[in-house]
């Protein structure tokens, strides 16, 4: 098991799979750039004024890949709630989630692509997992350089090939259902030795798309040009989609901070996620895994640890964990 911790360089996949750009497009509606986490330091507390308008400052914490969909949504938001302001911080979950725990920086919302990136959160209290839901779901698949030298033709070839690019299972919600998806069909144990663990999934993309590795492990779909149905045209193609079955499909996972300095927006904020309105904006923007039976509940609610804030404050997350089709 091999891990590596750079990012190459100057490696274009359609855009670049390095890691979020250094700027997220801005509307001119309070944008800010993922250059440090000043705008979730300095939002002022706000609530319900009277009337029930929200008022105040609401921090977004997003993850990159999710750019599209959720700029569309958050849009919406806004211009329902004009004496809000909103701000937006869009990096890799894995950054997101170590500025929170790391940098003690809190916005009032996390946006994850997956329970594994939230679930870094959730463990030290800092999750209000009460009002966790979850939005969609991402299929799972093996891709490979373009040129494809390793000759694969299914996911079953991953045990003979030399090297394989996966996110970190422990850091990244694609890693571990790969985790799961490989063990289930007995490939895990087999393939230790060929892989390349990258903290960030775009790294990881970076490696397949360079060649630097015969084959990588990626979410089928993603809303951003880096997805690989898109860069199948350019530098990678799909090898196979992980069968049904073999693991949970990841969804995105949405939830307000216990230390949320605008609790009542970002309370707001979540809900409004799983209205009839914001699951059509999504859908239009390509948000995978939505439809009809899309319950919002978490995927599953996870549980605070004992004595944090989330515990004393969320009496149902100590109860049993649910998942989304519970």
Known sequence: MRRLAFVVAGVLVVGSLAGCPSKAPDDGGGVTAATGGKGAQ???????????ALTGKLVLYIPCGLTIPMKAVVQAFKAANPGLEVTEEYDSAVVL??????????????VSPGPTELGLV????LIDTAN?????????????????????????????????????????SVGAAAQEALTNMGLWDKIQKQLVFAEIGHESHNHVAAGRV??????????????????????????????????????????????????????AFVEYLVSPEAQKILSEKELPGLSAETTGEGWPKL???????????SPAAKGEAKGAGE
């Not at 300095?42 to 029930?52: C, E, L, Q, S, T």
């Open 42 to 52: 300095v939002a002022k507390a706000g609530g319900a004024a009277p009337g029930g």
């Open 97 to 110: 989630a170590r500025r929170i725990i790391d940098k003690k920086e809190r916005p009032d919302v996390l």
């Open 122 to 125: 959730a463990e030290k209290g």
């Open 132 to 172: 966790q839901k979850s939005l969609g779901s991402f299929k799972l698949c093996v891709i490979a350089p373009k040129a494809n030298k390793a000759k694969m033709v299914a996911i079953e070839d991953l045990a003979r090939v030399k090297s394989i690019s996966c996110p970190d299972p422990k850091l990244n």
């Open 214 to 267: 015969d084959a990588g492990i990626s979410f089928l779909a993603c809303p951003l040009d880096t997805n690989p149905e898109k860069l199948s045209k350019s530098k990678v193609t799909i090898v196979g989609v992980f069968p049904d079955g073999t693991y949970k499909e990841p969804s995105v996972e949405v939830a307000p901070l216990t230390e949320a300095k605008n609790p009542a927006a970002a309370k």
């Open 303 to 313: 549980k605070a640890p004992e004595g944090t804030a989330a515990d004393k404050a």
